[in-house]
Nanobody
Framework: QVQLVESGGGLVQAGGSLRLSCAAS????????MAWFRQAPGKQRELVAR???????NYSDSAKGRFTISRVNTRNLMYLQMNSLKPEDTAVYYC???????????WGQGTQVTVSS
């Protein structure tokens, strides 16, 4: 059983920064890809950033230039550094893992990020 646990969310003023962490535990395969998603109230869950096993990254348009995703494979850790935060970044942020390139089948419970104006 694989578990993903996020941490690092909180309340921050617009223009501030937060660093989210995701720790994986359990019988962990070598994840093909890991990603951060977010879901704002009344909106669909959306992909924020993705990182492949070799470190290739992809970002949503809203995250480009402000957010940085990284991972430490040997420690099963993933991070999302978020800078220049905006009120529209307010959402529950989830980490997810795709172990076999068949989709994200492991999810964390989410961490709330609130950006005040």
């Amino acid at each position: 059983q694989v578990q993903l646990v996020e941490s690092g969310g909180g309340l921050v003023q617009a223009g501030g920064s937060l660093r989210l962490s995701c720790a994986a535990s359990g019988l962990i395969p070598s994840f093909n890809a890991m990603a951060w998603f977010r879901q704002a109230p009344g909106k669909q869950r959306e992909l924020v950033a993705r990182i492949g096993r070799g470190g290739v990254t992809n970002y949503s348009d809203s995250a480009k230039g402000r957010f940085t995703i990284s991972r430490v494979n040997t420690r099963n850790l993933m991070y999302l550094q978020m800078n220049s935060l905006k009120p529209e970044d307010t959402a529950v942020y989830y980490c997810a893992a795709d172990p076999y390139d068949l989709g994200y089948i492991y999810w964390g419970q989410g961490t709330q990020v609130t950006v005040s104006s």
